[in-house]
């Protein structure tokens, strides 16, 4: 069972910096990539990095690529995602899911229909 849980969403001001947490309690991320996506009011739901512990890759959207880093604590079994330089456009919903990604597939942005209640990042000043 997918049991992702997303935390550590806030306000921030322009440039300012973020780290979101998944805690993975259904130990997904052993098996399948994780990525976060995020939503912002009036938009659909977009890609932002996901990341495959198995092949080692990553992934970023072009958005964010240079800004954000996507890692996972094995230990904590939690997925991480810091957000350095926030703008914004970077404001929405923050979502953490099953997604497909990796040397075989590229990036999928997958939509396995499984969404938790996200955290909320607003940048502003």
């Known amino acids: 069972q997918v049991q992702l849980v997303e935390s550590g969403g806030g306000l921030v001001q322009p440039g300012g910096s973020l780290t979101l947490s998944c805690a993975d309690r259904?130990?997904?991320?052993?098996?399948?990539?994780i990525g976060w996506f995020r939503q912002a009011p009036g938009k659909e739901r977009e890609g932002v990095s996901c990341i495959n512990h198995n092949d080692g890759t990553t992934y970023y959207a072009d958005a964010v690529k240079g800004r954000f880093t996507i890692s996972r604590d094995i230990g904590k079994n939690t997925v991480f995602l810091q957000m350095n330089d926030l703008k914004p456009d970077d404001s929405g919903v923050y979502y953490c899911a099953k997604d497909i990604c990796g040397r075989r597939t590229g990036w999928r942005r997958a939509d396995f229909g499984s969404w938790g209640q996200g955290t909320q990042v607003t940048v502003s000043s």
């Open positions: 259904g130990f997904t991320s052993d098996y399948y990539p």
